[in-house]
């Protein structure tokens, strides 16, 4: 028995089917993170469990008590929302401190707490200010202690970092993730942003069209997708139209280049057109030694990333393979027109469930 | 050259403003004046125990249409914004009936319902003064409703809701400690229109009877020459004393949300 259970969730609105059959068991302590597009349900989800939305059918239990249809005050849950929904007319620590005053506990207890708490979240000093005296880190990570203040069984965070620029938003999601350990809090987060998810959970579930497309640690998500969505949507990645040439022995074909998987295709037959991801930092720029996969075509783009440089070479008469290689000063680059060789192990080729939408796609996760 | 120009006609504009606003008011406090000797008109109209007691009468009878009024509208307010935004329009609509339905009509349909067995208002004091404030709560339902919409629209509702409810918070403690405080200025705004209206008020308060502000006014203007003036300018005074207690009060700025810049 898990800590925090949904089971068989399903939630419509009308005629649109926001969750469907939404099935999740969290460990107590764990950090687990709901990733999707926009529109996928992973915020209804996380709503349902906050009470903000009722389930039609399906169960959700918190240390096995049954909390499906309680309402939101009565659920011992701590949320924090994307627009901080600080309590303007309050300062820092009366914000910290108003679920503990609705809760009746002592003044005492309150002021000790509450000066934990700012004390966790670098504050102390800013106790009297009022939230428009703060910028938008500060006023989320009040809006982090004042959820935690209330000490809740479980921890929801609703993008809690979207409205942040790019440096506070890797600063405070490490804080985030080391008051999570510290205090070990069961916690649910929601997130659009891969690299978010990726960095923060123990685990990341997967979300398209209100189900759920696979759920894993990271690594998992990121090295074995289990459906083309999870691969497109997470990380950069290659999609490649490929045809079965023999599948118990892994052989494909690209553009009439061929190649091999890992392992036998299950369930597909010789002359079958299958997905074949290829994520662009597992291809070198190079030959490989003997019983690599190797492609050729000429280079039509190189792109300078920072630390990376992608590569873009055209295969045959129209899909196009991206492969990263790390920025090196002294590496000599292909100029665009050259044709090249490039080779990537059999492990890397993952062949998915589906074909390919568009042969060759290459398609990047959005944030 | 154009710009001087523009700023030529701004300014000329500005005084055709002034001169439309301030005029009549200088020419009543002259007129007002012309009795002997000079301010005759004010110490006898303060002097005045009617001027008074019908005063405070009005006042009170606006505290009580105030609080009925913001008991009504905010919470209902709060819950059609919250929970059922596709009626606004349909709200916005009833609340506007009072410009279409004159207040003879209310009158007349507050004493023909409320005059007679099984609820006889009309028979005493308080029960026609509870008439006259029902009837101030319908006249000032487009200026409340809008002042605390318009309030409502300028703080995140939902989120803030949503937050107190996750720390444990029922509807009552919402309202109280963070929607109500965070709609002061809309709820002075508010207010303050539902004061003027009561204090200018006469039909509603002549047909009921009630020794109010409006009928008195009414009253003295039929029998004198300068006290209407001095009563009128001493009326305008009060409601200016009133819009500047609610600029004090809404001077507080904690209620702006700002997102400062990150850091």
Same mark, same amino acid.
Request: no cysteine.
């Given at each position: 028995m898990g800590f925090l259970e949904l089971s068989h969730v399903k939630k419509r609105f009308g005629a649109f089917v926001a969750v469907e059959d939404f099935e999740l068991i969290t460990e107590r302590g764990e950090f687990v993170s709901l990733l999707g597009p926009s529109g996928c349900g992973k915020t209804t989800t996380l709503r349902m469990i906050a009470g903000f939305e009722y389930p039609d059918s399906g169960s959700i239990k918190v240390d096995g008590k049954e909390i499906t249809n309680l309402p939101p005050n009565k659920r011992n849950v701590g949320m924090v929302f994307q627009a901080y929904a600080l309590f303007p007319n309050m300062t820092v620590a009366s914000n910290v401190g108003f679920g503990m005053r609705v809760k009746k506990q002592s003044k005492d207890a309150i002021t000790k707490r509450v000066g934990e708490l700012l004390e966790m979240i670098h504050m102390p000093e800013k106790a009297d200010r009022y939230p428009y005296q703060l910028s938008g880190g500060q006023q989320q990570r009040v809006a982090l202690a004042r959820a935690l203040a209330v000490e809740p069984q479980v921890l929801l965070l609703d993008e809690p970092l979207s409205a942040l620029d790019a440096k506070i938003r890797v600063?405070? !999601? $490490?804080?985030?993730?080391?008051?999570?350990?510290?205090?070990?809090?069961? #916690?649910?987060?929601? #997130?659009?942003?891969?690299?978010?998810?990726?960095?923060?959970?123990? !685990?990341?579930?997967?979300?398209?069209?209100?189900?759920?497309?696979?759920?894993?640690? =990271?690594?998992?998500?990121?090295n074995f997708p289990a459906t083309s969505f999870v691969a497109s949507f997470v990380g950069t990645l290659n999609l490649l139209a490929a045809r079965v040439v023999d599948p118990s022995a892994g052989r494909l074909a690209v553009e009439g280049q061929e190649i091999r998987a890992a392992k036998p295709i299950s369930g597909a037959r010789s002359g079958e057109i299958v997905s074949v991801a290829l994520r662009p930092e597992s291809i070198s720029l190079e030959e490989g030694p003997e019983g690599t996969n190797r492609l050729r075509g000429p280079v039509v783009d190189v792109s300078f990333l920072g630390s990376i440089v992608r590569l873009r070479i055209r295969l045959g008469d129209g899909?196009?393979?991206?492969?990263? #290689?790390? $920025?090196?000063? $002294?590496? #000599?680059?292909?100029?665009?027109?050259?044709?090249?060789?490039?080779?990537? =192990?059999?492990?890397?080729?993952?062949?998915?469930?589906?074909?390919?939408?568009?042969?060759?796609a290459d398609v990047a996760a959005g944030d | 050259m154009k710009r /001087? /120009?523009?700023?030529?006609?701004?300014?000329?504009?500005?005084?055709?403003?002034?001169?439309?606003?301030?005029? &009549?008011?200088v020419a009543t406090l002259d007129f007002s004046l012309k009795a002997k000797p000079p301010f005759a008109a004010y110490t006898s109209s303060l002097q005045d125990p009617k001027f008074l007691g019908s005063l405070l009468y009005s006042l009170v009878i606006a505290g009580v249409t105030i609080t009925a009024?913001?008991?009504?509208?905010? &919470?209902?307010?709060?819950?059609?914004?919250? /929970?059922? &935004? /596709?009626a606004r329009s349909l709200v916005e609509f009833v609340t506007l009936l009072p410009f279409v339905i004159p207040a003879v009509v209310l009158v007349f349909g507050l004493i023909r319902v409320y005059s007679r067995p099984p609820l006889p208002f009309t028979h005493t004091d308080i029960g026609s003064s509870a008439l006259l404030v029902a009837g101030y709560i319908v006249l000032s339902l487009p200026y409340m409703y809008r002042a605390v919409d318009t309030g409502l629209r300028s703080i995140d509702i939902r989120s803030l809701t949503?937050?107190?409810?996750?720390?444990?918070?029922?509807?009552?403690?919402?309202l109280w400690r963070v929607i109500l405080p965070n709609l002061r200025v809309a709820l002075l705004s508010g207010a303050f229109l539902t004061l003027a209206i009561v204090l200018g008020e006469f039909t509603i308060a002549n047909f009921l009877a009630r020794p109010a502000f409006g009928p008195y006014l009414n009253l003295l203007s039929q029998s004198k020459a300068y006290e209407p003036a001095a009563v009128s300018l001493i009326s305008f005074g009060l409601t200016w004393l009133a819009m500047i207690a609610i600029a004090f009060l809404g001077r507080d700025t904690r209620t702006r949300i700002e997102i400062g810049g990150a850091h």
């Open positions: 600063a405070l !999601r $490490n804080e985030i993730r080391a008051i999570q350990r510290q205090l070990g809090i069961t #916690t649910v987060y929601v #997130t659009h942003d891969q690299e978010e998810a990726l960095s923060l959970s123990d !685990r990341v579930v997967v979300m398209s069209d209100g189900r759920i497309e696979q759920i894993g640690s =990271p690594s998992e998500i990121y899909p196009t393979v991206s492969l990263d #290689t790390f $920025n090196d000063p $002294n590496l #000599t680059l292909p100029p665009i027109g050259e044709a090249v060789t490039v080779s990537f =192990p059999p492990e890397a080729s993952l062949v998915l469930d589906q074909p390919a939408a568009a042969p060759g | /001087r /120009r523009g700023s030529i006609a701004w300014w000329l504009v500005f005084l055709l403003g002034v001169l439309y606003f301030f005029l &009549p008011l009024s913001l008991a009504l509208i905010v &919470p209902t307010a709060y819950w059609v914004q919250l /929970r059922v &935004p /596709r949503e937050a107190a409810q996750s720390m444990g918070a029922g509807w009552l403690t919402i």
